[in-house]
């Protein structure tokens, strides 16, 4: 048995790029920093950031283009793709993604806070909601909290 299961929480770099392929299937990729401080031994307090590459498909690509912003929270939870590609001069080129499966934007925003059940979600198509809806499973988590007070973190 093996479990490829990542979560991360993290800030947009840049606005979601969405695209739509053959049937009106959606892609959206954006940029993930994740950074962690530590105090070295002068006590300096050092930041160090990850960037991650976010892929979401269908659903979640639609909702990810209407509400997800560079500099927005997520919690994302997914799994870890590797792919390669040999370039215009030959070289072997690898690129690790992050496939989501479900993400949920952290941002505080006054009057918001509402949710899809995740048995209005499918994945091929987006429930009539306010478009600032902020919890999105696609399919649903083993784990949904029930406010961002209830998350593991």
Same mark, same amino acid.
């Given at each position: 048995?093996?479990?490829?299961?990542?979560?991360?929480? #993290?800030?947009?770099?840049?606005?979601?790029?969405?695209?739509?392929?053959?049937? #009106?299937?959606?892609?959206?990729?954006?940029?993930?920093?994740?950074?962690? =401080?530590?105090?070295? =031994? =002068?006590?300096?307090?050092?930041?160090?950031?990850?960037?991650?590459? @976010?892929?979401?498909?269908?659903?979640? *690509?639609?909702?990810?283009?209407?509400?997800?912003?560079? #500099?927005?929270?997520?919690? @994302?939870?997914?799994?870890?793709?590797?792919?390669?590609?040999?370039?215009?001069?030959? &070289? &072997?080129?690898? /690129?690790?993604?992050?496939? *989501?499966? *479900?993400?949920?934007?952290?941002?505080?925003?006054? #009057?918001?806070?509402?949710?899809?059940?995740? *048995? %209005? /979600?499918?994945?091929?198509?987006? +429930?009539?909601?306010? +478009?600032?809806?902020? %919890?999105?499973?696609?399919?649903?988590?083993?784990?949904? +909290?029930?406010?961002?007070?209830?998350?593991?973190?």
């Amino acid at each position: 048995m093996s479990v490829n299961k990542v979560i991360l929480v #993290g800030n947009v770099g840049k606005d979601p790029v969405v695209r739509y392929f053959d049937k #009106g299937v959606a892609k959206a990729t954006f940029p993930l920093a994740t950074s962690e =401080q530590y105090t070295n =031994q =002068q006590g300096e307090t050092i930041t160090t950031t990850e960037w991650h590459n @976010i892929v979401l498909w269908r659903a979640l *690509a639609e909702v990810a283009e209407k509400s997800v912003k560079k #500099g927005s929270q997520l919690y @994302i939870v997914g799994k870890i793709k590797t792919r390669s590609y040999v370039d215009k001069e030959g &070289n &072997n080129k690898y /690129i690790t993604e992050i496939l *989501a499966d *479900a993400f949920l934007v952290l941002d505080k925003k006054p #009057g918001t806070g509402t949710s899809i059940p995740p *048995a %209005e /979600i499918s994945k091929n198509n987006v +429930p009539s909601r306010e +478009p600032d809806s902020t %919890e999105i499973n696609d399919p649903p988590v083993p784990y949904k +909290p029930d406010s961002e007070d209830d998350l593991p973190f």
